[in-house]
Each structure stands twice: as structure tokens, then as C-alpha cells.
């Protein structure tokens, strides 16, 4: 369960303008410590806009309590592997965190927010029944 997480660190940078044609987002685990009963993750999410338009950069850390903590944080030091089901919640922390931060920092170098929203799919209301 992650308990906290902060941000360590923040670049924006906007080579050329235009519009992007795509974007590619990395993440990546810096290291993963076990401190005080509970697990430290540094991490680095880059969202870049190719190609070659603009990059966003956040760094931060994550601090998680898991009940085979101490177990987790020895596998990672031998394999550098993670379990999956740790890694959806870490990923999905870290990918909200990015998003939110990753959003001020666009806006500030007049790019479009780093933010994947699903598209909204409508269907016309049948008498009788709510539309959906």
C-alpha cells in the first residue's frame, strides 16, 4: 500500500513549436531501499513529445508498505524485478502524480497536458430507458 510519495525533481523543455505528432511516456525505477519498516521507490517519468517537439521530466519517490516488504526490496536487489501486482499500483501512482505535475509544467511551456483521458463513447437514448 503506498503510504506517500513526494517529487524530487521537475524539467520541462520546448525544442520547436508545432504540434506534436505523438507521445511516448517512460518509466523508470531508479532504485528501491528499504527504510523504517517500509519500502522507498525513486522513480523517473519522461513524457516525450516526438518528434523531438518538447519533454517533460518528473522525478520523485514513493514510500509503500507492503507485508513482504523486506522480501521485495531483496529481489530487487539481486534481479532488479519487480512483482506485476506491486508494479500496476506503483505504475498507476506514479502515472497520476506525472499527469498532475506533468499538466502545470505544459501549461507553463504552452504544450498540450501530458493527460491520456479516455474518449467518451454516446448512445442515443431509447424511449423508456437512460441514456448511458
Known sequence: MIK??????V???KHKDGEPQQWTVNISVDDLGFEKNELVLSYTH???????????IVKGK???EEKNSKEIAE???KKKILPNEFMEEVVTAISYTASTVGTL????LSISAPI?????R??????????S
Open 11 to 13: 524539467e520541462g523543455t
Open 105 to 108: 509544467i505544459a501549461y507553463a
Open 75 to 77: 529481489a530487487w536487489q
Open 122 to 131: 454516446l448512445t442515443p437514448a431509447q424511449p423508456g430507458k437512460a441514456a
Open 116 to 120: 491520456n483521458v479516455p474518449r467518451a
Open 46 to 56: 519522461k513524457t516525450a513529445y516526438e518528434p523531438g517537439f518538447a519533454e517533460i
Open 4 to 9: 506517500a510519495g513526494k517529487i524530487t525533481g
Open 62 to 64: 514513493l514510500f509503500i
